[in-house]
């Protein structure tokens, strides 16, 4: 296995990861990074055999304790942040990832969230009234949308809206790689401020109960013991961040692609005018953005026990109990060996089973809301400017890469 060091928080890397990634796909496609002390994979078919694979997970803390690992105690900075990470789903594995995913997963069936196709509707056609035909597309649309929705959904008033994206983009900081004391403390205090909004919220629905998950979640607590109230607070949390992050960045990164792109551009635009927005072109264009720039393009696994992984081309590579390996989604959705073309922007690929939404245990759950989410979006958006062009001289992303997304996009009528 090839050892490398590969510069996640470069902004050249940020601002097109792909290059680097097709290079690595072709020299290195399993590697060891010293500085990050991980494995990486670039291949699909190797990414998707190891979300499959149950001797990894996303949680190690079941199977070694930190001491068992050698590990240094953990920064009693971060505690708050760890003791919420160790609470909601995205960092349990079964039985209790069961337990906690099987309490939310009707609220985001397919079916239920159809329903509010109208809503988001309304909030979209709200977004843009006062928009013009110059705009940032990332202020006044993509980055509002997803947050109004998911607050709404889990019934957090107005009031507390304001707060929060910073502190999501506070707490999802300690997700990057080779983060420092400063985001641990921001990242801390936001779990504690917003874990003190929601305890709020939930004595609010011990008295009143309401339509939204909250309330929902806050029966469920107290019909017995499949769910603490500290599950509770950490889980919603969790929706309140996954609910948008990605879909923002997905939004800007489906416009971007179509900017660059003036053919894709014209047809979706065209079907716009002509067809609703849970037209086929829409749905399998969605899928094309969603694969042609991943949101989230890497999400890594710690390994449960020592044992030997044959690549699909054969290599044999040995992962050791304790290690953490990290999956490049985002080289995964432009492998040739899976997709056609793989870098070019195809609306009407059919065969796009990309890694976007991961793979395995825990597949997003949010998947059917950002579809939709980006559906209205795009649709209401071509409407309104459908012949486009970019207005930024230059883009600029946020200095993270595991959550890679433009800071602003100024989009104008042509
Ligand atoms: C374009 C938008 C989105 C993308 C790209 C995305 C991507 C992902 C990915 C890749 C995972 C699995 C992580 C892993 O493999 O380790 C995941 C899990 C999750 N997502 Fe999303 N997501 C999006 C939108 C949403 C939305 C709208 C929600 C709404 C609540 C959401 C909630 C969650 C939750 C709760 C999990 C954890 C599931 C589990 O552990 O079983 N996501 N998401």
């Known amino acids: 296995m090839k050892r490398l060091h590969l510069k996640l928080n470069d902004p050249a890397f940020i601002l097109n990861p792909y290059p680097k990634l097709e290079l690595l796909r072709d020299t290195a496609p399993v590697f060891w990074d010293e500085v990050w002390g991980k494995t990486f994979f670039l ?7 190891l979300l499959r694979d149950r001797r990894l997970g996303r949680s190690l803390s079941n199977v070694l304790s930190r001491d068992e690992l050698g590990f240094p105690p953990q920064n009693p900075l971060q505690k708050p942040f760890d003791d919420f990470q160790a609470l909601h789903m995205l960092d349990r594995e079964p039985p209790d990832h069961t337990r906690l995913r099987s309490l939310v997963q009707k609220a985001f069936t397919v079916s239920r969230v159809e329903n509010l196709r109208e809503r988001i509707e309304g909030i979209v056609a709200q977004l843009l009234e006062g ?20 607050a709404e959904l889990l019934g957090v008033p107005e009031a507390f809206r304001a707060q929060l994206r910073p502190w999501s983009s506070a707490i999802v900081k300690l997700y990057e790689l080779g983060y420092g004391e400063i985001d641990m403390i921001a990242a801390s205090n936001a779990v504690l401020e917003f874990s003190e909004m929601l305890r709020g919220l939930v004595e609010e629905r011990r008295i009143k109960a309401s339509d939204d998950l909250i309330s929902d979640l806050v029966r469920v607590e107290e019909a017995g013991e499949r769910l603490t109230e500290a599950e509770l607070i950490a889980n919603c949390i969790l929706f309140l961040n996954a609910g948008h992050e990605a879909t923002v960045n997905g939004t800007t990164g489906a416009i971007l692609a179509l900017s660059q792109n003036d053919d894709a551009r014209d047809l ?24 042609f720039d991943t949101p989230l393009p890497m999400f890594e696994r710690w390994v449960l026990e020592d044992f030997e992984f044959t690549t699909k081309l054969g290599e044999v590579v040995l992962l050791k109990k304790g290690q953490e390996v990290a999956l490049m989604y985002a080289s995964g959705n432009r492998d040739p060996r899976k997709f056609s073309n793989p870098d070019s922007l195809e609306l009407s690929r059919s065969e796009n089973a990309h890694l976007t939404f991961g793979l395995g245990t825990h597949y997003c759950i949010g998947a059917p809301l950002a579809r939709l989410e ?8 071509l409407k309104k400017i459908p012949d486009f062009k970019l207005e930024n001289s230059d883009l600029e992303y946020g200095n993270g890469f595991v959550i890679r997304g433009l800071k602003s996009l100024h989009v104008a009528r042509i």
């Open 43 to 49: 291949r699909y078919f190797d990414i998707a055999a």
């Open 131 to 150: 928009a013009g035909t110059s705009f940032d597309v990332h202020g006044v649309l993509a980055e509002p949308l997803p947050v109004q929705v998911i």
């Open 268 to 291: 979706l635009a065209t079907e716009a005018a002509t067809n609703p927005n849970n037209s086929n072109l829409f749905k399998t264009a969605i899928e094309e953005f969603l694969r």
């Open 374 to 381: 980006m559906q209205v979006a795009l649709h209401s958006f």
